[in-house]
């Protein structure tokens, strides 16, 4: 599910594939052309995760934030989709910032196969960088798609 809004050019914005164990994390340039990833957050609890990703979007300068909704394959919601719901609301009140959802199905698949295709060939590896991946491959259909 995509709300699509004028995004402001010049205004970055943070992808953030949330997660209850880590939190993978991106950020694009203020023209909107290319989705960075950035270190995945391990996640201690709620308050603590929206408080670094507060802190990373303050030091990062964003204008808005695009957070992952996890979707069954079929469309609906999933539990997930509620927590990621709930964690967009309060990272919202948080920052003072605009935070959108954005469809996220099959996101982490897309990850890992850039990974591979990057060469990370062991999937130990893979799974350490699959978050922040995911957070780019989020940011990056969503730069697109409001192009």
Do not use: W
């Amino acid at each position: 599910m995509c709300y699509n809004v004028s995004v402001e050019s010049g205004d970055k914005i943070l992808g953030v594939d949330f997660g209850l164990k880590r939190v993978g994390l991106a950020v694009c340039d203020s023209l909107h052309i290319l989705a960075t990833p950035l270190p995945v957050y391990h996640t201690k609890s709620m308050r603590n995760t929206i408080d670094h990703v507060a802190g990373v979007a303050k030091d990062h300068e964003v204008g808005r934030i695009v957070v992952g909704l996890p979707l069954n394959l079929d469309g609906t919601e999933s539990v997930q989709s509620g927590r990621a719901r709930a964690f967009a609301r309060n990272l919202g009140k948080v920052t003072g910032l605009p935070v959108e959802l954005f469809d996220e199905r099959l996101t982490t698949v897309e990850a890992d196969e850039l990974l591979i295709e990057a060469g990370v060939k062991k999937a130990a590896d893979r799974a350490k960088l699959v978050d922040s991946m995911s957070a780019k491959v989020i940011l990056q259909g969503y730069i697109d798609n409001n192009k």
